[in-house]
């Protein structure tokens, strides 16, 4: 059975961006990719997870 995956997209402050993905990561989720956002101080995460059964 394939596994069934969450996403959430999450603004980054550049400031405290290693702060904002740690504790994302302690909640069991995983970064995708960082891109740009609307300003040059914030950038836009994304992440997923498996989702639970």
């Known amino acids: 059975m394939a596994k069934k ?3 959430a ?3 980054l402050l ?3 961006t290693k702060q904002i993905l740690d504790t994302w990561g302690e909640d ?3 970064l995708v990719q960082v891109v740009p956002g609307m300003s040059p101080e914030q950038l ?3 992440f ?3 989702k639970a059964a």
């Open 48 to 50: 997923k997870r498996e």
């Open 44 to 46: 836009v995460a994304y």
């Open 28 to 30: 069991g989720w995983e």
């Open 5 to 7: 995956w969450e996403y």
């Open 14 to 16: 550049v400031h405290a």
């Open 9 to 11: 997209t999450v603004p």
